[in-house]
């Protein structure tokens, strides 16, 4: 009987219990420590290997790319600035003065914008550094659309936690039957669009006046947040053909504005998504509280409501803007010159007479990574602590 | 310090209000509609509407003129071209000659599927659920025709099976990796941060930069593997002109990519498990892989099935990866739907392009709500019973 | 510096609530006096903070009116309506400091930074927290929020103070020193106050007339003291008193209580199948097997302190008496029961109602 008391003591082990057994509770046997590293580390080869091979491309010139594959800088292959000059140099307008060229044509065109209700400003045409566009625009467009995004996003979020809708499943029916009379109408008659669809927007506010007590069915919150989060399932494909047409109709193609609102648009069931459930997760007494101290919903909703949700609120956004940043397939529709992005400018260089100019797609590559690299570690940490978590649980 | 002397109406503004503070309670009055109003106009004007308009480029030939466009309603003439007529080899595939085995399979998934409609039927349930059930079930008997008579036939097949490809064989590699990983790194291990903050890098990247780094990475004679390809004796084989080590190469770069996010989420899930609960069962003396299987998992499943939702649903806009690194090439062997729909559209024909949309739409629709149906909506039931 | 406010009567005029299919509360009728201290008391489901919620807004009434002082405010918006609640989480903005917290309701009514300023420190002072206006709440310890709380319900002066079963998140003896506090400044105040709790204890210290609520009726109102010593039915008298009272299953026959065949003398008379014996445990004593009204066998007996709890068994019933505290039995030891003239109560044990 002494014998298998004996087997358990610690001190008296056998090799294969030694290397099977972990040495306390809590730790791992040594060989499936062994492999748990190996596996993580081939993994990581596997995840910095494709960067490290852009990194490096970016300070090869054309004969070391060409000449065949080089791996180590100083040792293998002596790394320069060619591409990174090549960029420049490609470009008669890419001299010291660009970057100050590139704001003041921002800030003209801003200017354009704003007062083109009042007068018109003839906008600044882009004769400039490419890169330095490709960079500004898709700095300017993705923090605005985010901003956009999110402000919207939360604003109908916080809403769908706390105010309870009934839409009238009958007005709804009439909504979808004047938007096709009036697509129709547009396409086959011939009619403006514009008068198709002032005449629709005026005849769904009478009959839903008219008729809308008559209907009984209605639907609830649940529904509505269903209907947001469901455009996500929308492929971008389906949409930016009719996209392309109306931005044609209001002079919305290759111009910032455009893309901050389809990007927008395209953001907006993530963002509801995720706000909704921080929104939801709060303790409803602090905003009785503040209802009946007399604050409005509004005040609510920036002074109690904002402050308590702030890192889903950072999370969400910074989400958002990698998104914006990376994205590619709206802006090859929706773009040419003017309001390119990095992508478009990145692509661009797939299309060279002398075939694929690696070394200088891999140096804008890089310049596209390096922000969101930093904005990732950040996003991870957000992950890390559980912030976005909630939201999948369902 | 009262404020209630001055107001005597129910409901009503306060008499003695200023213009601008009335102004205020007119608008907290309508702050519901304020709230929710840009966001729904904003969906409605360039999600749904578009959605829509679409509908009337996927039933018309549409022709550019000096005015704009101009359509000509041919009703589903289009999508007639996809199922039956010239496009059906590019969209479907070549649905010549079933070979033995491709009966054998048709068969085997068709009894399949007619038991799981009898055992629901039978099960009881409502009528929706039946028709749910039953676009379902016509939806796999139909993808089984398509494989039956494509891949166990011998044919090429075409962009509605890659893209299915991509997103079933996709999903499921970087679930079970993204998942393996997250696992390995909720062990105790040192240096835990550092792998979390790397696994989750390529996330952000972007998708094009993703696409070209992989086919610079891969390419035969000046990427960085060219003297193991050498080695084996492939220096004459390109990757790019066989079709399935170039979807496997896509799959690749897509999983480089994609891994992390169910990687990052599993890990996030992994850590909220209860620690009493982990550590009542190491007091029992389970090992770390008994815990993961009886502990673990059980709790995790509602979040893993919902993660493979998102993906899944992201995994059928599938575009970039393709476009950049093959073109969608060799052939159409590497074709996504939406590369698809993009390679008509440059082609002018808009409507044929709008028609593929619509169908990658109705496909993705269907599949999603499938797996949401009768896996995640299961899953969740019995987590919250 | 406590400024005395003339009190502000509150009225329930036949109100109902109904969530869906599921009535809450049944027609309250409750006429709250200027200056009162009014605690609904009731357990969990009662209804008794719908009522609180529906005088305060965040609910609206099914049917029937709510009036505070000569105003009609059924569908006035809650901050129209001159009240304040204490929460029973407090509901302190974590991100604001005590003083802003305290300050809040005056910053949403556009008071001027100055005077907003002075109310806040008159209203800390109020509450011994003057030293902490710089703190956050996460700071603070529990007694520390529930002064913040009614700072902040104070500061405006309201007509009516709401309050939500605010001590129940705090320790015993942190709860017996805020009751006290509590009562203090209501009565320095003068403002109507209307309390829900679930607490008797908080309920008989507290209040100058106790509402007691079961599946949304207003079963009785009255002083404390009175629902102690006249209770209207067998649920208040068995929710009121601690240990509660005791209950013996009989019939009443004439003015003779009968338990199977032993009769007891009570002063009421009447003829009732199936009625229950109401007794106080304080009410009973312990005499021997022979003397006694009823004989049983001591099951436990408790030594609390002042006093020791005799449980004792008189067939299926179980009874508790109050002892001296040097009383001493062994368990299974058959003892009588006698009890006081005039404490004992009768009611119909189908219906509850007191029989008098």
Known sequence: ?394 | MSHSSDINQPGETPAGLSARQSWAEWIDRHSRTFFIAPAVSLILIFAIFPTFYSIVFALSRVKFTATGLRFRFVWFDNFISEFTGAEQGHFLGRLEGLSVLGWLFAVVVFAAVLWWLYRSAKNGSTWVGMIGRLISASMALFVTYLLASTLFSGNQWGTLLTTLFYVVVGCSLQFIIGTALAFLCSQPIFGKSFFRVLFFIPLMITPLGVGYAFKMVLDITKGPFQPLWDWIGWQNWAWSTDAWAARFFVILGDSWQWIPFIFIIMLAALENVPRDHVEAAQVDGASSIQIFREITWPQIVPVAVTVILIRMIEAFKIVDLPNIMTSGGPGIATESMTLHSYFLWRANDMGSSAAVAYLLLILSVIVCSSFFNYVVLGQLRKAHR | MLTQKPGVPVSFDKVQKSFGPVRVLEELNLQVEPGEFLVLLGASGSGKTTALRILSGLETATEGRVRIGDRDVTDVLPKYRDISMVFQSYALYPHKTVGENIGFPLKVRKVNPVEREVAVREAAAQVQLDQLLHRYPRELSGGQKQRVALARAIIRRPSVFLMDEPLSNLDAKLRGHMRAELKHMQHALGITTIYVTHDQVEAMTLAHRVAILEKGVLQQLDAPAKIYNDPANLFVAQFIGSPPMNIVKGALVGSNFLVQDTKIAVPMKGKVEKAVLGVRPEDCSITTAAKGALKGTVYTTELIGDHTLVTMKISSDFLTVKAAKDYTARSGEVVGVSFAKGQLFVFNSTDGKRIR
């Open chain 1, 1 to 394: 009987m002494s014998d298998t008391s004996y087997k358990f003591q610690k001190a008296n082990r056998g090799l294969m219990e030694r290397l099977f057994e972990p040495p306390q509770v809590g730790k791992m046997s040594p060989v499936a420590k062994f492999f748990a590293y190996a596996v993580l580390i081939f993994w990581s080869l596997f995840v910095i290997f494709p960067i490290y091979w852009v990194v490096i491309t970016a300070f090869k010139d054309a004969a070391a790319v060409n000449q065949g594959p080089y791996y180590i800088p100083f040792i293998d292959f002596q790394p320069n600035l060619d591409a990174w000059r090549v960029l420049q140099a490609a470009d008669p307008f890419c001299d010291g003065y660009a970057i100050m060229r590139q704001l003041g044509l921002l800030v003209h065109n801003t200017f354009a914008f704003l007062l083109s209700p009042l007068m018109h400003v003839e906008p600044m045409e882009p004769q400039i550094c490419k890169i330095y566009l490709a960079f500004t625009n898709s700095l300017v467009i993705g923090v605005a659309s985010t901003l956009l995004c999110v402000t919207l996003g939360s604003l109908a979020a916080y809403a769908l936690a706390r105010i309870e809708y009934k839409p009238k499943f009958g007005n709804i029916i009439i909504f979808v039957i004047l938007t096709l009379m009036m697509i129709l109408a547009t396409s086959f008659v011939g009619l403006k669009w514009y008068v198709t669809a002032s005449v629709a927007l005026a005849l769904f506010f009478l009959m839903a006046r008219a008729l809308g007590n008559k209907f009984k069915a209605t639907l609830g919150n649940g529904d509505i947040l269903f209907w947001i989060i469901s455009q996500r399932i929308l492929p971008p494909i389906v949409v930016i053909i009719p996209v392309y047409m109306m931005f044609q109709a209001v002079s919305l193609l290759d111009t910032h504005l455009g893309l901050i609102i389809i990007y927008a648009v395209a953001n907006l069931p993530i963002v509801v998504w995720l706000m909704h459930d921080f929104f939801a997760g709060l303790p409803i007494e602090l905003e009785e509280s503040a209802q009946l101290d007399g604050a409005t919903r509004f005040g609510i909703f920036w002074d109690i409501v904002l402050p308590l949700t702030r890192p889903g609120l950072a999370a969400t956004t910074l989400l958002t803007l990698i998104l914006n940043w990376n994205e590619y397939l709206f802006a090859v529709f929706l773009t040419t010159s003017k309001a390119m992005t990095m992508p478009i400018l990145v692509s661009a260089k797939n299309a060279g007479e002398k075939g694929v100019l690696w070394w200088e797609m891999c140096a804008l590559i890089v310049v596209m990574i390096i922000p969101v690299i930093v904005a990732a570690i950040v996003l991870q940490r957000f992950i890390a602590k559980g912030v976005l978590l909630g939201a999948v649980k369902g």
